[in-house]
C-alpha cells in the first residue's frame, strides 16, 4: 500500500469511526433536539473529512467541460441528500455513508489495480541501472547506454547482466526467473551467448557485448511492457463507449424523475428526489469501467508470471478465441541443433566415387557462405576451415541452396527443389531426416543426411494444445514432406506443410484463416514461430507466437506473445489464462449491468433504499474487483 493509498485509509477510519458514533447517537435519541444547522454540521464535517477530493476532482472535471463521470454523480447524490434533510427529511446517515463506501471502493479498487500492475511492473526490475566497463584493465562504472558492441563488460556475483553478448571468461549460473518465469538457474560457460536482465550467480563473468543497450533484449522487454496497456480489448473499447453515453442518458433520467412526478401530483417532491438520489449512485458505472481493465491486467499479468510476454489485453482476447495453430518446425517444435546422421556419395555417377570425406568437404565448400544451421551443422562435421579460394561466383537460391563454382566447375549444394531446376538426376532419399544433395559437374555427387531432435516438451506442448481447446495443429516447414510426417508422427500431429519457401508460409496461413473463418467467423488462428523468415507470417496470423530466448529480433517485433524461455508448452497455458480472463470479465459485465439495472427499476418505483443504490455501486464494484483478481493467480495448468 503506497503513501496516498494509507492517507485514504486514515480518513476511512476517521470517518468511520465518526459514523458510527453519529448513527449511535441518532439511535440513542441524543440528536433528536439538536438544531437542524447543527445536525447539518455533526455529518458535514465527515462527509467533507472522506469526500473532500471527490468534490475537488468534480469540480476541476467540470471547469474542462467532463461533467459526467462517477465524481459529479456522487457529488449530486449526496448533495441532494443533504438538502432534503434541511428540509427536515433525514438523509444525513444515507448521503455520509454513500461517500464513505464509495471512498471504501475507491480505496480497494486503487489497491487491486496496484497489485495486478505489480505482476506486470515486476519485469520492470530487470532493468539495469549500470555497466561495469572495462578498458585497459581498469573498471569504470557507465550506463548501458554508453558501452557498445565489441566492449567488455564485468558482471560481478548478484549483479544485472546489462547487455546482451557472449561469455569471453568465467562460468556461473543465471537467475532468469524475471525474465523467462522459470526458477531453476542457467548455467553459462565460455563462447556461450547471454541476454541482458538475468542475474548473475556465484562467479564473475566477462563478457564481450553483441549488441547496443537500445537493440537489448532488456530494452525490448521493457518496451513491450510499457505499450502493454496502450492496446485495449474490443470488450474494453465497449465498456468506455457504454459508460461514454450510459452515465449521461441516466443523470437525465434521474433529473425527469425528480421533476415531472411531483409536478404531475403522483409522489411528494422529497420521495421523487430520494428516488432520482438512488437513480444517480445507482448509475455509476465504476463496477464495469474498473473491472473490466483489470481484469485483463490481471491475466497479462499472470501470463508475466509464466515468463510469457503478451504485448496488450487486445491480443489476449484473440488468443482465447484461437481454434487452430500453425507452428514452424525447426527451433520452434524442433531444437534446431543439426546434426550430421549419414554421408552417403553416389556410386557410378562421376568420373570417381568420392569418399564420405570428400563427398562432405565438398558440401561444407558450398555451405561456408551460409548461416543456415543446416549449414552451420554441416561445417561442424567437417571440423575444418574451408579453402575458400577454391569457390567463386557465390549465389544462394532462397528455400533451394547454394549455386557456385568449384575449382572452376559448377557445384551444386541443396535440397531436391534445386536439383529438379538444374535439372540433376537423382533419387529422392526415402528415409527420414533433411537431406542436402551435392552435384559436381551436372552430376548428383551424393548426399547428407541432417538429423534434428525434438524440443523438450514438445510432444506434452501439442497434447495439452488440444486439451485446451485448440481444434487442429498444423506443422509448417521447408523439409521435403517425408522427414516432416516422421517429426509429425512423433509429435501425434496429422496436418503438415512441406517443402514450403518462405513465402509459402504466408499463404499456407492466408489459406487455412480463410478456410477457418469461412467455418467460424470469430474464430482465430495463431502462428508460432523465430526465424527471421517467420517474421511476415507472425504478422499475418491472427495471434503471433515468438520465441523470446533464442528467437530473432525481427520475429519478437512482429509477434503479439512473446515465450521468454521458448518453451512452448506455456502457449497451452496462455489459452488456458486468456479463456479464463475473458470468462471473469464476460461475468463481470453480466452481473453489474443485471444488478444495476434491476436497482434502477426499483429505484424508479420506490421500492429501492439508498443503502441498496449503494450496494449497487460499492458493493457490485467490489465484488467484480475480487472476481477480476482471480485471474492474476491463474497458471494455466503450470
Avoid at 524 to 545: E, H, S, T
Avoid at 563 to 588: E, F, Q
Wanted: aromatic share 6%; hydrophobic share 45%.
Amino acid at each position: 500500500m503506497n503513501k496516498k493509498q494509507k492517507r485514504v485509509l486514515i480518513r476511512i477510519l476517521i470517518t468511520g469511526v465518526l459514523f458510527i458514533i453519529l448513527i449511535v447517537s441518532e439511535h440513542l435519541g441524543f440528536l433528536d433536539q439538536v438544531h437542524p444547522l447543527l445536525l447539518f454540521g455533526l455529518y458535514f464535517v465527515p462527509y467533507l473529512i472522506i469526500g473532500y477530493d471527490v468534490l475537488i476532482r468534480a469540480g476541476k472535471n467540470i471547469a474542462r467541460g467532463h461533467v459526467f463521470d462517477e465524481n459529479f454523480l456522487m457529488v449530486l447524490a449526496t448533495f441532494a441528500a443533504f438538502a432534503l434533510g434541511l428540509f427536515g427529511e433525514n438523509e444525513y446517515t444515507e448521503a455520509l455513508a454513500v461517500m464513505l463506501f464509495y471512498q471504501i471502493g475507491e480505496l480497494f479498487q486503487s489497491v487491486a489495480v496496484g497489485k495486478s500492475r505489480g505482476a506486470i511492473a515486476e519485469m520492470m526490475s530487470i532493468a539495469p541501472e549500470y555497466a561495469n566497463l572495462e578498458k585497459d584493465g581498469e573498471l569504470t562504472e557507465v550506463d548501458p547506454d554508453e558501452v557498445h558492441p565489441g566492449d567488455l563488460i564485468v558482471v560481478r556475483p548478484g549483479e544485472k547482466v546489462p547487455l546482451d553478448g557472449v561469455v569471453e571468461e568465467g562460468e556461473s549460473f543465471l537467475d532468469t526467473a524475471a525474465l523467462t518465469g522459470e526458477s531453476v538457474p542457467r548455467k553459462v560457460r565460455v563462447g556461450e551467448d547471454v541476454i541482458s536482465g538475468c542475474v548473475n550467480g556465484e562467479n564473475t563473468l566477462k563478457i564481450r557485448v553483441t549488441k547496443e543497450y537500445e537493440d537489448s533484449t532488456v530494452a525490448k522487454i521493457l518496451e513491450l511492457v510499457e505499450n502493454a496497456g496502450t492496446r485495449k480489448a474490443r470488450l474494453e473499447n465497449f465498456i468506455t463507449r457504454f459508460a461514454k453515453y450510459y452515465t449521461p442518458v441516466v443523470t437525465i433520467g434521474a433529473v425527469i424523475l425528480a421533476v415531472i412526478p411531483p409536478t404531475l401530483g403522483m409522489v411528494p417532491w422529497a420521495d421523487s428526489i430520494r428516488r432520482a438520489c438512488n437513480f444517480l449512485i445507482v448509475s455509476c458505472p465504476c463496477a464495469l469501467v474498473i473491472s473490466v481493465p483489470l481484469g485483463f491486467f490481471g491475466g497479462i499479468g499472470a501470463a508475466s508470471k509464466i515468463g510469457v510476454l503478451v504485448k496488450g489485453s487486445n491480443y489476449l482476447e484473440s488468443v482465447a478465441g484461437i481454434k487452430t495453430l500453425m507452428m514452424d518446425k525447426t527451433g520452434t517444435l524442433t531444437k534446431g541443433e543439426f546434426t550430421v546422421t549419414s554421408i552417403l556419395p553416389s556410386v557410378g555417377q562421376l568420373d570417381r566415387d568420392l569418399t564420405k570425406e570428400e563427398l562432405l568437404e565438398m558440401a561444407a565448400l558450398g555451405e561456408a557462405y551460409s548461416t543456415h544451421p543446416i549449414a552451420a551443422s554441416i561445417l561442424s562435421a567437417y571440423g575444418k576451415t574451408p579453402d575458400l579460394s577454391r569457390m567463386s561466383d557465390v549465389t544462394e537460391e532462397a528455400g533451394s541452396g547454394v549455386i557456385a563454382k568449384l575449382d572452376g566447375k559448377e557445384l551444386l549444394v541443396g535440397n531436391a527443389r534445386l536439383m529438379d531446376s538444374h535439372h540433376i538426376p537423382f533419387v529422392p532419399y526415402a528415409n527420414g531426416g533433411t537431406v542436402v544433395y551435392t552435384a559436381f559437374e551436372g552430376k548428383l555427387a551424393g548426399c547428407l543426411v541432417i538429423g534434428d531432435s525434438l524440443k523438450e516438451g514438445a510432444v506434452e506442448a501439442i497434447r495439452d494444445m488440444k486439451e485446451a481447446g485448440i481444434r487442429k495443429v498444423v506443422m509448417l516447414t521447408g523439409d521435403r514432406l517425408q522427414a516432416a510426417k516422421q517429426v509429425a508422427s512423433e509429435l501425434g500431429l496429422t496436418d503438415v506443410c512441406a517443402e514450403l519457401l518462405p513465402g509459402d508460409k504466408v499463404s499456407a496461413v492466408e489459406k487455412e484463416i480463410d478456410a477457418l473463418q469461412s467455418f467460424d467467423e470469430k474464430a482465430k488462428l495463431g502462428f508460432v514461430g523465430d526465424g527471421i523468415n517467420d517474421a511476415p507470417v507472425l504478422m499475418r496470423a491472427d495471434v503471433g507466437f515468438a520465441m523470446g530466448s533464442m528467437g530473432s529480433d525481427a520475429a519478437i517485433e512482429a509477434a503479439d506473445i512473446v515465450l521468454m524461455d521458448d518453451d512452448i508448452r506455456k502457449i497451452p497455458a496462455v489459452i488456458r489464462i486468456a479463456r479464463k480472463t475473458m470468462g471473469i470479465v464476460k461475468a463481470n459485465i453480466v452481473f453489474a449491468i443485471g444488478v444495476k439495472v434491476l436497482i434502477l427499476i426499483l429505484s424508479v418505483f420506490g421500492l429501492a433504499s439508498m443503502w441498496a443504490a449503494v450496494f449497487a455501486d460499492v458493493g457490485v464494484a467490489v465484488i467484480c474487483i475480487i472476481n477480476s483478481m482471480r485471474a492474476l493467480s491463474y497458471r494455466g495448468g503450470l
